[in-house]
């Protein structure tokens, strides 16, 4: 499965997830916005031997417990992408919080 695809499901999956308003930038510095819609600039990417090894940054909604819009994202990607590869790709999916945001 090819990356952009890989972007693709994970747009596709965060965003119906209740609890997370949007991705992160992990290049931005304190002067630019942390807030992105490109899923490029929040996502990092590493290959090892069979392993995806994805590393998303996320902004979440205060009021949310953390844990678990935390779990189900997670639960949500993994089983997304592994799907999408027929479960013929192991994918081992890390997320980071960037933000917390009243709205």
């Not at 747009?11 to 630019?32: E, M």
């Not at 678990?68 to 027929?86: C, D, G, H, P, T």
């Amino acid at each position: 499965m090819d990356d952009e695809k890989i972007l693709t499901i994970i747009k596709n999956t965060v965003y119906l997830i209740p609890g997370v308003k949007g991705f992160a930038d992990y290049k931005a510095t304190p002067k630019d916005e942390l807030s992105t819609k490109d899923v490029v600039r929040s996502v990092e990417f590493n290959v090892k031997n069979d392993n995806n090894h994805l590393m998303i940054h996320l902004i979440l909604l205060n009021g949310f417990n953390m844990k678990n819009v935390l779990r189900e994202v997670q639960y949500r990607i993994k089983f997304e992408l592994e799907k999408a590869s027929e479960y013929t790709r192991s994918y081992i999916v890390d997320l980071v919080v960037d933000d917390i945001i009243n709205e």
